[in-house]
C-alpha cells in the first residue's frame, strides 16, 4: 500500500523558514518523480516543484526561495523553504502520480 506522509509545517513568520519531510512507503522512492503542491485557503492546488533522478524544476512564484531533495535511502521527500512570504501560506502536499498525503499546513505571518 502506497503511503505519503507530511510533516514539518508549522507557523512562522515573514522571512523564516521551514523544511517540510514526505515520508513515502510501499514503492521504490527513487524509481518515481515526486512533487510538492500546495492549497492557499479558498484557492485550487498549486504546484510548487518536482524532481526526478535528473532534474528538479520549480514554480516561478518559488524559484530561488525552495528547494527540492529526496533521501532515497530514508524514502523522504523535501522541500526546504526559505525567505517565506505570506502569500505561501497554504497546506503542502507531496504526490507521487495521482496518490497525495494529508498534507501539512503552512502558515506565514507576522
Known amino acids: 500500500e502506497v503511503q505519503l506522509v507530511e510533516s514539518g509545517g508549522g507557523l512562522v513568520q515573514p522571512g523564516g523558514s521551514l523544511r517540510l519531510s514526505c515520508a513515502a512507503s510501499g514503492f521504490i522512492f527513487s524509481n518515481y518523480g515526486m512533487s510538492w503542491v500546495r492549497q492557499a485557503p479558498g484557492k485550487g492546488l498549486e504546484w510548487v516543484s518536482f524532481?526526478?533522478?535528473?532534474?528538479?524544476t520549480y514554480a516561478d512564484s518559488v524559484k530561488g526561495r525552495f528547494t527540492i531533495s529526496g533521501d532515497n535511502a530514508k524514502n523522504t521527500l523535501y522541500l526546504q523553504m526559505n525567505s517565506l512570504k505570506p502569500e505561501d501560506t497554504a497546506v503542502y502536499y507531496c504526490v507521487k502520480g495521482a496518490m497525495r498525503g494529508q498534507g501539512t499546513q503552512v502558515t506565514v505571518s507576522s
Open positions: 524532481i526526478n533522478s535528473s532534474t528538479t
